[in-house]
């Protein structure tokens, strides 16, 4: 069966496809894009190919067809580029793997497809449609199509050798389980208990960049839980199973973990906000006391903010994200003492605190609300925006103030000779259209305005 949205995007590869076959290799079309289209799911993004052609081999095919020419991956076999718009990798069939003294993978080359498939993280990407072929089909060696119609995570190969193999798959699952509503198979949460140690050998880099992609797809609740129901959350990010607190006997107060995870996955699917949401709370376990008025954690703000910079420094996060995430943990707590009536001066001070980061602190303050309780929820949310609008309204009233006339109401009425009145007003607002208008910032040129207008006015104002 050949996946209907796959037969456009078969169609524009066609000549490419005449240039493996004079060569007598093959091209497939293999992974996401095949897994997308069974799925209804348009192609986005780049597409991948594998092929029995070897990197040179591939560079020679498609040089004289491609643009936007890459040769960055060639060493691992991928040869990007551009063909008639559509973004293609296309990599030599290939297994890797890491052994247990080094960080970085070592890749070789195969020349069957079923070696290349049975070596891909899960079955549901273990899937290829030949483009070289005169009737394509769809080849699924491993009943990636059955387990996408069951909902079931699994590996081609047995699931302790793939992840031994390529430890950064187990931390790949959590995204799978996520983005596609999957169900993780036994033995494959078994090696994952197991093997989990094995991502020592994994750099932060690739482990920072898995947990990026989990954090952006629309619903990371399951895949989130999947890393902190396995020892792997424990691995690179100890702090969240730590927000699991034992919950107060005579308090009943909510589990951190689990209202960080429904806070992460209420907000919008942006990294930065993500990760302030699943930072905004890791500094409760380092601060929590129980007391006579039940739990509290007193300053996990700013203990947060703190913790947030190291955790994501060392997930070698660029220093920008890492300042603005710790920012957006520090603040998230400010909002909640606006119920006490804030001045304008207070309202002011959160804006400039806040600056660009504003639309994500008031949504991350929002989301944080978790509340069972609808009616306090949409008191909440009311209350945000009546903020908003606050806010709004005194930037709108500060920007008029920043651009006054040049000239002030005493000058207005020495230069006309005019007494306090209507008609100050008037010459006041007619200054201040000019001075929004067009920037008028001269005084002179103000002054000089203004009697031109005066003049052509003075049998109105008599």
Same mark, same amino acid.
């Not at 491993?142 to 992840?163: I, K, N, Y």
């Not at 006391?289 to 947060?304: C, K, L, T, Y």
């Not at 000058?411 to 007494?419: H, Q, S, T, Y």
């Given at each position: 069966m050949l996946p209907a949205l796959l037969r456009p995007l078969i169609e524009a590869l066609r000549p490419l496809a005449a240039r493996f076959d004079e060569r007598q290799r093959h091209l497939y079309l293999v992974g996401g894009v095949v897994r997308d289209a069974l799925l209804g799911i348009e192609p986005n993004g780049d597409v991948d190919a594998t092929t029995d052609a070897t990197p040179e081999e591939i560079v020679e095919i498609v040089r004289p067809v491609a643009t936007h020419f890459n040769l960055t991956g060639l060493r691992f076999g991928t040869v990007a580029f551009h063909y008639h718009g559509v973004p293609l990798e296309v990599t030599t069939h290939r297994g890797e793997a890491y052994d247990s003294s080094t960080r970085k993978p070592t890749v070789h080359f195969v020349s069957a497809l079923a070696e290349d498939l049975l070596r891909r993280d899960f079955t549901v990407n273990a899937m290829a449609v030949e483009v070289t072929s005169d009737d394509p089909t769809l080849?699924?060696?491993?009943?990636?199509?059955?387990?996408?119609?069951?909902?079931?995570?699994?590996?081609?190969?047995?699931?302790?050798?793939?992840?031994?193999?390529?430890?950064?798959?187990?931390l790949r699952c959590a995204r799978f389980i996520a983005r596609l509503d999957l169900e993780p198979q036994r033995a494959l949460v078994d090696a994952v208990h197991e093997l989990a140690p094995r991502l020592e050998v994994v750099s932060r880099e690739r482990i920072r960049d898995e947990l990026s992609r989990l954090l952006v797809v629309p619903d990371p609740s399951k895949g989130l839980w999947f890393l902190v129901d396995t020892p792997?959350?424990?691995?690179?990010?100890?702090?969240?199973?730590?927000?699991?607190?034992?919950?107060?006997?005579?308090?009943?107060?909510?589990?951190? =973990? $689990?209202?960080?995870? +429904?806070?992460? *996955?209420?907000?919008? @699917?942006?990294?930065? &906000?993500?990760?302030?949401?699943? %930072?905004?709370?890791?500094?409760?376990?380092?601060?929590?006391?129980?007391?006579?008025?039940?739990?509290?954690?007193?300053?996990?703000?700013?203990?947060?903010?703190?913790?947030?910079?190291?955790?994501?420094?060392?997930?070698?996060?660029?220093?920008?994200?890492?300042?603005?995430?710790?920012?957006?943990?520090?603040?998230?707590?400010?909002?909640?003492?606006?119920?006490?009536?804030?001045?304008?001066?207070?309202?002011?001070?959160?804006?400039?605190?806040?600056?660009?980061?504003?639309?994500?602190?008031?949504?991350?303050?929002?989301?944080?609300?978790?509340?069972?309780?609808?009616?306090?929820?949409?008191?909440?949310?009311?209350?945000?925006?009546?903020?908003?609008?606050?806010?709004?309204? =005194? $930037?709108?009233?500060? +920007?008029?103030? *920043?651009?006054?006339? @040049?000239?002030?109401? &005493?000058?207005?009425?020495?230069? %006309?000779?005019?007494?306090?009145?209507?008609?100050?007003?008037?010459?006041?607002?007619?200054?201040?259209?000019?001075?929004?208008?067009?920037?008028?910032?001269?005084?002179?040129?103000?002054?000089?305005?203004?009697?031109?207008?005066?003049?052509?006015?003075?049998?109105?104002?008599?």
């Open positions: 080849i699924d060696p491993f009943g990636g199509m059955e387990d996408l119609l069951a909902r079931r995570l699994r590996t081609p190969m047995d699931p302790r050798r793939s992840f031994s193999d390529d430890p950064l798959r187990m792997l959350a424990a691995e690179f990010l100890p702090e969240l199973p730590a927000l699991r607190l034992e919950q107060d006997p005579i308090h009943h107060h909510k589990d951190v =973990l $689990a209202h960080t995870i +429904a806070v992460t *996955a209420s907000c919008s @699917p942006r990294l930065r &906000l993500r990760l302030a949401a699943l %930072l905004h709370d890791i500094g409760k376990p380092a601060t929590r006391e129980i007391g006579p008025n039940g739990v509290s954690f007193h300053f996990h703000d700013v203990v947060g903010a703190r913790m947030a910079r190291r955790i994501l420094r060392e997930l070698r996060y660029p220093n920008d994200l890492v300042d603005d995430v710790a920012r957006l943990v520090e603040l998230h707590l400010r909002f909640h003492t606006y119920a006490q009536g804030w001045s304008d001066a207070a309202v002011r001070r959160y804006v400039r605190d806040a600056g660009e980061l504003l639309e994500d602190l008031n949504e991350l303050t929002t989301c944080d609300a978790t509340t069972r309780n609808e009616r306090r929820r949409r008191m909440f949310a009311e209350r945000m925006a009546t903020f908003e609008e606050r806010a709004r309204e =005194l $930037a709108e009233r500060d +920007a008029l103030r *920043a651009r006054r006339p @040049p000239i002030d109401g &005493l000058e207005v009425m020495r230069i %006309l000779e005019i007494p306090p009145g209507p008609a100050v007003g008037r010459a006041m607002r007619f200054l201040t259209d000019l001075t929004i208008d067009e920037g008028l910032n001269d005084p002179d040129e103000a002054r000089r305005r203004l009697l031109e207008w005066w003049r052509s006015h003075s049998g109105e104002e008599a």
